[in-house]
């Protein structure tokens, strides 16, 4: 194995493993640490295995856990490099839990307040750059962006400098963009200065693709990289792999559509707008009638089972922030937040027991969730449909035996017409 990764969420986990695929890594994700049981072999041809952990908003000492038991694993599988991989827009409360993880796996790489890595949430193509330190999300600053709102890790200021020592033990330091933009022997002397200064982490500027191709060159043999996706796409060339023969071929799908959305983000919103406008059924849940069981997954279902020969349902618990925060008001954010989750995830259960073998999901919370109650524990990486979200095929013990498609959408990705599209991409209805 080249590449170990350790991903904090499902989606997130997905969004690195398309850009791997695409630059030409043969890539397996699995949900959570493979166990030893037949199921949880991965082949032996992969060239990345990147681990999918739910543990972006667990408490810290759980996250740190997490990962060193996904590290462990990795090391013993010959993982040459690890990369641990979260949000490209940093989503982490201010207790974590990007700097504790970063702290712990250096600590377990390099020996306690030992090593050196970057932080680099940078994904141009997505629009999160990082310039000055500071990480933009399209035009505006990410504590300017939708993200200030997020239901559970609301992100409101964009200095990653500072918001990164209030989360490590390690000195934080920066590499410049007019540093990166001289290539990877600048970069690398940049690293060194940092690290005589007594820095352990530094955040790297990055701006296009091309940042990102001489950030990846400076970065091999580099044991712990942590990053966003973007930085990815500058890793193959450091193992002579370039882009070429497809790696990216899932079998055919067949069967119903759906979607379970539980993301709030902005572009879900629009998304799920956009579904309704263009006449797609869809069925709102309110956390507030589920707390009091006046909704719940059997209703959901009894609606939207008897629609899935017309096409694509959509069941959402999307909403605007003003409506979250209200929800939050009374159930508190993270009674709130898993009710909802366990809602979707049962209902999504129970869409693929009545037939559905194409199945969106949105949010990473919430693609966690559905995933966990789906049994699936590895995901072949299919193609892309917008940057960051790829299909995928799995296996799941209420699928009868027959693949499922899958797709996890991390709530700011796709186009608004991401909910159609995406059934496209898989080719004509049955
Ligand atoms: P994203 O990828 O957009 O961040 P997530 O699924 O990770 O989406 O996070 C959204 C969180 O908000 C989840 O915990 C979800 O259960 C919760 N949530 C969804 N809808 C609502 C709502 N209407 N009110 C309150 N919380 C909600």
Known sequence: MKLGCIADDFTGATDLANNLVRAGMRTVQTIGVP?????????????????????RTVPAADAVAMSLQALHWLQAQGAQQIYFKYCSTFDSTTAGNIGPVTDALLDALHGAGQGFTIACPAFPENGRTVFKGHLFVGDVLLSDSGMR???LTPMRDANLVRVMQAQTRRRVGLVPQDVVARGPEAIRARFAALQAEGVGVAIVDAVDNADLMRIGLALAGMPLVTAGSGIAIGLPPNWGVTPGVAADRLPPAQGPRAIVSGSCSLATNAQV???RQAGGAALALDPL???????????????????????????????????????????GAARAGALVEV??????????????????????????AVVQALGVQQMAIGPQIDPGVPWTAVQS????????HLALK????????FFSKAFKVLGPAA
């Open 397 to 404: 013990p209420l699928a009868n035996g027959q693949p499922l």
């Open 289 to 331: 009638a589920l707390a009091a069981g006046r909704q719940g997954v059997a209703e959901a279902l009894a609606w939207a089972v008897p629609r899935l020969a017309q096409g694509p349902v959509l069941v959402y618990a999307t909403a605007e922030p003003a409506a979250v925060l209200a929800v939050q008001a009374q159930l």
């Open 35 to 55: 166990d030893q049981s037949p199921d949880g072999q991965v082949p032996a041809d992969a060239d990345v295995v990147v681990v999918a952990l739910k543990s």
């Open 343 to 368: 809602t979707l995830a049962a209902i999504a259960c129970g869409l693929v027991q009545a037939g559905v073998r194409q199945l969106l999901v949105a949010g990473g919370e919430t693609s966690g």
């Open 410 to 417: 991390s709530g700011n990705f796709g186009s608004t017409d």
């Open 149 to 151: 709102d997020h239901p």
């Open 273 to 275: 707008q956009h579904f």
